[in-house]
């Protein structure tokens, strides 16, 4: 019995490791987004929920999409339940069924509440959904990406700056969402990808 214990805990780091999500950037996730909504859950069935867009962000489609409901595991639970009437911000993916599924399962699905966001391992830099809209219209307004998106290790990509290093720092002090997405942060220390500013005279 001794023996058994001694070798669980031994191999418990080695098994706890491949039970850890595998998180993306959120400029990476914002980049992968063929749709980028605000809106509430209109109904719920057993795969999918109806959702009813109040403002995109990024994208276009009707104004209700069908979104698959992704799977809860140890590593990645919901933070609420689905119901009618919650409001989402959500990062999609289109599917090759015709809906959409959210971006890295939990990342592309944001609960808010009274205007506020309710998970408290958000970026502290989104501080609530006005912020967050502003800093990733910002966002897409200044860095085009390039390379596979779907490559695990996400090596060999890049983005590009459309704007002067002066007005990217102006842009910075005016919204703390986009410094977190232009890549001042060390959130994700161990995902390798490179932020190539283009200068403009």
Known sequence: MKLFVCLFLFLFPTLNYGFKKHELP????????????????????KNEYEFT???FVKGKSGSKIKVSIWKE?????????LKTGQRLILFLEK???????????????IYVENDSFINIFLPK???????????ISMFLQTYKVYGDL????????????????????????DNT???FL??????????????IPQFIN
Do not use: H
Not at 95 to 109: A, C, K, L, R, W
Not at 125 to 135: A, D
Not at 150 to 173: G, P, T, V
Not at 182 to 192: H, T
């Open 26 to 45: 959120y400029s990476i996730v914002i980049a992968k987004a063929n749709l980028i909504v605000d809106g509430t859950i209109s109904k719920v069935s």
């Open 53 to 55: 867009i109040s403002q």
């Open 73 to 81: 595991w140890i590593c990645d639970p919901r933070i609420k339940e």
């Open 95 to 109: 599917t090759p069924y015709g809906n959409f599924s959210p971006i890295n399962d939990s990342s592309g699905e």
């Open 125 to 135: 830099e989104f501080t609530n959904p006005k912020v967050l809209k502003e800093g």
């Open 150 to 173: 779907n490559d695990r290790f996400l090596q060999n990509i890049y983005f590009q700056s459309s704007k002067s290093i002066f007005e990217i720092y102006k842009m910075k002090e």
């Open 177 to 179: 969402a986009f410094k």
């Open 182 to 195: 232009a890549g001042n942060s060390a959130l994700y220390p161990e995902v390798k990808y490179n932020l």
